[in-house]
């Protein structure tokens, strides 16, 4: 039962490099490994009419994620689990995100417990403890959740946070964040093709 991408030199590249850190990844790619979060990767694509991706303060990771879904042409928003409204996103993430050609400058934090979800929302948080964050709202039970590293390749449960790290730790990142939206696109248009979905997916010029 291998780690992905290289074993623990994945901890190192993505910040993980304490003893708790570690030991808190390791048990919930094991947990993985083992059948868990099987749950968030049953999604009805039919039903997916807008992406919400979630992460911890909404700085760095899932503004991320939102402004390439949208540069797919998808209909995208992000919030946090622990953050305030209209903050500004991390200086280092503003960088390497422009540097890899996604502008979002103009992104501005937004906390779960102030967020009107609408039909056909489908939430994708980049780990476990956000997902049930996410579960637990009051209107959850009529919306899907998945986590993002699930559709990373041999990737895991958990897209560790960047938070505090230096731009190669936010190239690694975002590099697997780049990845996971593009598979999560990929199989958006193949339920289009298929005329699965009772409408297409809004793009990013559409959304409201």
Known sequence: MGLPEGGLDLLDRSGLRGFSARLGYLARYVYWRLGGYRRYRRIRWSSVRRLVFVCTGNICRSPFAEHVARAHQLDAVSVGVRTRMGGVANATALQVALERGIPMGGHRTRPLEHFEPREGDLFIAMEPFQAALVARQRWAVSHQITLLGLWVGSGGP?????????????????????????RIQRRLKTRVSS????GALPSARDAS
């Open 195 to 198: 005329g699965q979905q009772p």
């Open 158 to 182: 958990v897209i560790p946070d960047p938070y505090g790290g230096d731009e190669k730790r936010f190239n690694h990142c975002f590099s697997v964040i780049e990845q996971g939206v593009s």
